[in-house]
């Protein structure tokens, strides 16, 4: 019998992020994928340290997916450090060298390059933490009562 952890997400990004997210938890991370730091930003994965470092971890499928991304740049201005997830097969001469770089399927991942730290002021950092709070609270609460009221999208 499959259990719901046996079952492979659909996409090529989606398993790539489902390998991330087991890094970083491996890494002390919370970790939340699809998370809107911005007006008409969404990065694939957002990880909260235990010191309270933000990194976003975008994934990339190949070639075309990476050409296509013209908001990467915009997500640098949201965390500490910035990194690409891609596959083995990924030309990873492509990727910006100034930037973090994971490799990763969908059982697990390595952390190959690990980007410069950009400390986020203050006052960004305050709002990206409680931003990811409500959207983590809210994400909870949704499995808790799937069937309750809901205010907007988390």
């Known amino acids: 019998m499959l259990h719901q952890t046996d079952v492979l997400p659909p996409m090529p990004g989606q398993r790539l992020a489902r390998g991330c997210g087991r890094l970083l938890r491996s890494l002390d991370h919370a ?3 699809e998370f809107v730091p911005a007006r008409g930003l969404r990065v694939d994965l957002i990880s909260l340290g235990p010191k309270g470092e933000l990194w976003i971890v975008e994934c990339k499928s190949g070639r075309a997916d990476f050409r296509a991304d013209r908001k990467w740049q915009g997500y640098l201005d949201w965390c500490d450090r910035y990194f690409w997830a891609v ?4 030309p990873v001469d492509l990727l910006p060298e100034d930037t973090g770089l994971i490799q990763a399927d969908a059982f697990g991942a390595e952390l190959v390059r690990i980007g410069p730290e950009t ?13 990811f709070a409500r ?20």
């Open 135 to 154: 959207a983590a609270a809210l994400r909870l609460q949704g499995l808790c009562d799937p069937d309750g009221i809901s205010a907007g999208a988390f």
């Open 31 to 33: 970790v939340l994928t």
């Open 119 to 131: 400390r986020l002021a203050g006052a960004r950092r305050a709002k990206v933490q409680r931003d």
């Open 87 to 90: 596959d083995a097969d990924f």
